[in-house]
């Protein structure tokens, strides 16, 4: 029987161009090439975690527009339930523009649209799917209001929360003690320690660091290098998957974490889970965009095996 998964998170839609290098402050790039895909943490987490074999639902907001009807077809079409993806009729949907150079990485804005106006009342109407969960996962491109409302109602329910720091911003304690596993990637467990993460050994500090605030995990994605996970007496370093023709890092952190998520729901432990993050957010890096980069079970498996 499939995990049940509760994602309370971002819409977007996301516009992207593929240049030959990113670029620098005040120049212009020319001769990329663009396209549209949907995008926010949030629908990217739960579409990673519907493909990954888990049950999943959204709570989130968008705007009365195209791009609100799109997410919501699109979503629907992935098998989620979007009974509690509202729609707001005063604002926008969000969008991002990333550019992606020719090794995949990239650089990000975020007009937030209806995603900031997804607020605590949105989350408590959604109650019954978050107590009943088997795992809720949460991001930081809504309202900090909506993720510790979620996280609260998860927690007292014994529902096990995993909060994904992205974008990174101080995080109160009372949050932090609610959450099982957080998973920073580099740059955002070196903003929440204020420390620099650049070696195994820095996500190691780090990781031992942030557990110290009340997470009873803590998962430091590293890239291509793996991910450093640190739990109750235990922390290692879980090896990542090569890949030789990455196209477009964007989205390979949703993956890892809607992968995750699943291996949870699923009574994976800590380390099993976090290998099958690893191959998910591998794969996603070999196509462009964010969702329509997620993996499949299937491909999941065959990396693994």
Do not use: Y
């Not at 992935?78 to 969000?94: T, Y």
């Not at 003690?177 to 195994?200: D, F, K, M, Q, S």
């Amino acid at each position: 029987m499939a995990g049940k998964i509760v994602v309370v998170g971002s819409c977007n839609a996301d516009l992207l161009a593929k240049v030959d290098r990113l670029p620098r402050s005040g120049e212009t790039v020319s001769d990329g090439e663009f396209a549209t895909a949907p995008g926010g943490k949030g629908a990217n987490q739960a579409v990673a975690a519907a493909r990954a074999g888990g049950a999943v639902a959204i709570v989130a907001r968008v705007g009365a527009d195209a791009f609100g009807r799109e997410s919501r077809r699109r979503l629907r079409g992935e098998g989620i339930d979007v009974r509690h993806l509202s729609c707001d009729p005063d604002r926008p949907s969000g969008v991002a523009l990333i550019v992606i150079d020719r090794r995949g990485e990239n650089a990000i804005a975020v007009a937030p649209g209806a995603n900031a106006a997804l607020g605590a009342r949105h989350v408590a109407a959604a109650r019954q799917r978050l107590t009943h969960a088997d795992v809720v996962l949460l991001q930081l491109e809504t309202s900090l209001d909506a993720v510790s409302e979620a996280a609260a109602l998860a927690a007292q329910a014994g529902v096990r929360v995993i909060l994904n720091p992205a974008p990174a911003r101080p995080l109160d304690e009372q949050l932090l003690h609610r959450v099982a596993i957080l998973t920073p990637n580099a740059r955002e467990a070196a903003l929440l320690t204020g420390r620099p993460v650049n070696t195994a050994r820095d996500a190691e500090r780090a990781a031992r660091s942030l557990r110290k605030r009340g997470p009873q995990a803590v998962v430091v994605t590293l890239g291509a290098r793996g991910a450093f996970a640190c739990g109750a007496g235990w922390c290692d370093l879980i090896a990542g998957f090569p890949v030789r023709n990455a196209v477009d890092a964007t989205g390979a952190g949703d993956a890892f974490n809607g992968a995750l998520a699943v291996a949870l729901a699923e009574g994976r432990s800590l380390g099993e889970a976090v290998r099958f993050a690893n191959a998910a957010g591998a794969l996603s890096t070999m196509r462009l965009g964010a969702q329509t980069s997620a993996p499949t079970r299937r491909a999941i498996e065959a990396l693994l095996a």
